[in-house]
C-alpha cells in the first residue's frame, strides 16, 4: 500500500516512510491510497469475536500487505490487553469507555501500536541510528507515548510539558518512567512545547544528526488503530440486538480519534452518522455551520486535552470526503460547549444516571444526548477515567471519586524531568550534545 500526502506535492511514500518520518515532506498528512472494506461475513460475525479478534481483522486490511501477517498479529495482540466495555448510561445513550489502558487513556492503543510497528520497520533500517520520538504533550499524550513506548529497543522518547500546567497524576505518568524515556520540564505553556517540536524537525543540521519523528496523531500509526474501538463498539452493540441506527459521538481535539471512526465507516462500519462534540474550541462545529475552516488560537477549558485550535486531522477528514463540505456535514453534525455548560452537564449525569463523566466524555454525553434522532441509538467515547482529573471532576461533582490502583503506582515513583527554557536554541544544543 501506498501513502500520499494531503498537500499533494511530495512523493508517495511506503508504510515504513510513513510510520518513520510522520509527516509528508510538504508537511502534510499521509494518507493511505485504498482503503479495504471489511467482508459482509465480518459484520454478520463480529459479535461472537474477541476485541482481539475484531482488531486483527481490522489491522490486516490497513496494514496487511505490508506488514509480515504473524508479526502484525503480534503486535495487535501486544496493544489490546485490555478491554473497553459499552457501558449503559440512558435508554438510548451508551458510553464507550476508552479508559481502560495502561494510562487510562484511550491513546494508550494508538501510542502502544505505533511503538510496535516502530520496532518492526526499525531493524529493516539500513542504518543503526536510534529513532528519536519528539511529543509536545499538554498531559494525555504524553503519558499515553511514554508508556506505550517504555523499554522499546531502539528508540528514545522526548516528552516536552509545560511546567506547573499539567496535573499532578499526568505528570507523575511519563516523568517517573525512566530507561528511554526523557521527560523535559519547559519554562512556557503548551504551544512552546509545540512550537520546539516543529522548529526540531524543520531543522536541517539537526536532521541530518539524528533521526526524529512524531508520536501525536499525524503519524499513521498512532491514529489508524483507533478503528478498532469503532468495530468493537459495533460488535458490541450488536450483541445486545442495537446496532440498528447507530450514531457515534466523539468529544475531539486534533480529530484523530474521530477520523479513525470514520475510516472504519469508509470500510464499511454500519454505523448511520457521527456527531463531533468539540468544548469552546469550536473550529470544526463553525467549519460544519458556514463551509469556512478558520484555525485559531486556543483557549485553556476544563476538558484540555480537546483545547486545540487548528486539528491537524482536519486535513485528512477534508480529503476523505473529496474537500466536499456537503459530503462531510451529510455525515458528520457538530456540538460546542462553554466550561460552565460541561461543570452542568457533569452534574445532571451524575445526579440522573449515577454514571460519573469526565469533562471530555460530558461534551460527547451531552452532544449525543441532544443529537439523538426518533428511533436512534447512540454511544459516545468517554475518553478519560474521571480519576485524571479527579480535583475539577471532586469540586464539580461535591463527591470524592477514588484513584484506580493503577494511577496510584505512578505516584509512588521519583520524578525526573530536564528543565529547559522555551528558546529553540536551546533545546537544539540539549538534543546535539546527546
Ligand atoms: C486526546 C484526547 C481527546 C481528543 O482526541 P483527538 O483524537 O485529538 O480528537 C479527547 N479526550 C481526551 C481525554 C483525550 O486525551
Avoid at 255 to 274: D, Q, S, T, V
Avoid at 317 to 340: F, M, N, P, Q, R
Amino acid at each position: 500500500m501506498k501513502y500520499y500526502s494531503t498537500n499533494g506535492q511530495a512523493p508517495l511514500a511506503t508504510l515504513e516512510k510513513a510510520v518513520v518520518k510522520g509527516l509528508a515532506e510538504d508537511r502534510g498528512l499521509y494518507m493511505p491510497q485504498t482503503i479495504k472494506p471489511l467482508p459482509r461475513e465480518f459484520f454478520e460475525q463480529c459479535d461472537r469475536m474477541t476485541f482481539q479478534e475484531v482488531a486483527c481483522a481490522v489491522a490486516d486490511s490497513f496494514f496487511g500487505e505490508d506488514v509480515d501477517a504473524d508479526a502484525l498479529h503480534r503486535i495487535v495482540c501486544d496493544t489490546l490487553s485490555f478491554d473497553c466495555p459499552v457501558v449503559r448510561v440512558t435508554d438510548r445513550t451508551y458510553s464507550l469507555e476508552l479508559f481502560h489502558g495502561p494510562t487510562l487513556a484511550f491513546k494508550d492503543v494508538g501510542a502502544r501500536f505505533m511503538a510496535r510497528l516502530l520496532q518492526y520497520f526499525i531493524k529493516d533500517l539500513k542504518d543503526s541510528k536510534e529513532v528519536n520520538v519528539l511529543v509536545a504533550t499538554s498531559g494525555d499524550t504524553g503519558s499515553a507515548v511514554a508508556n506505550g513506548f517504555l523499554g522499546v529497543e531502539g528508540i528514545r522518547v522526548y516528552v516536552l510539558y509545560p511546567k506547573g500546567k499539567v496535573s499532578p497524576i499526568q505528570e507523575c505518568q511519563f516523568t517517573t518512567l525512566g530507561r528511554n524515556i526523557t521527560a523535559i520540564e519547559v519554562d512556557g505553556v503548551f504551544d512552546d512545547c509545540q512550537a520546539l517540536v516543529k522548529s526540531a524537525f524543520m531543522d536541517a543540521e539537526l536532521n541530518a544528526r539524528m533521526r526524529l519523528t512524531s508520536a501525536n496523531s499525524i503519524n499513521v500509526a498512532r491514529f489508524l488503530p483507533q478503528a478498532f474501538y469503532y468495530f468493537w463498539a459495533y460488535a458490541q452493540m450488536k450483541r445486545l440486538g442495537l446496532e440498528q441506527q447507530l450514531v457515534c459521538c466523539v468529544p475531539s481535539g486534533n480529530f484523530g480519534n474521530i477520523c479513525a471512526a470514520l475510516f472504519g465507516h469508509r470500510m464499511g462500519l454500519p454505523i448511520k452518522r457521527f456527531i463531533a462534540a468539540n468544548n469552546a474550541n469550536d473550529v470544526f462545529f463553525q467549519f460544519l455551520q458556514t463551509a469556512q475552516y478558520c484555525p485559531r488560537p486556543s483557549v485553556q477549558t476544563l476538558a484540555n486535552a480537546m483545547d486545540v485550535g487548528d486539528p491537524s486531522n482536519f486535513a485528512r477528514i477534508w480529503d476523505l470526503y473529496g474537500k466536499s463540505h456537503e459530503a462531510v456535514t451529510a455525515l458528520i453534525s457538530g456540538a460546542t460547549y462553554k466550561d460552565e455548560d460541561i461543570a452542568r452537564i457533569m452534574q445532571e449525569c451524575y445526579r440522573d444516571t449515577g454514571y460519573t463523566l469526565d469533562p471530555h466524555g460530558a461534551c460527547g454525553y451531552q452532544a449525543l444526548k441532544e443529537g439523538l434522532r426518533e428511533g436512534e441509538t447512540g454511544f459516545f467515547c468517554e475518553t478519560a477515567h474521571p480519576a485524571k482529573f479527579k480535583e475539577k471532576v471532586d469540586a464539580i461533582l461535591s463527591a470524592d471519586i477514588a484513584i484506580p490502583e493503577r494511577l496510584q503506582a505512578f505516584m509512588k515513583g521519583e520524578k525526573q524531568s530536564v528543565p529547559m527554557s522555551k528558546q529553540f536554541a536551546d533545546f537544539k544544543q540539549y538534543l546535539m550534545s546527546r
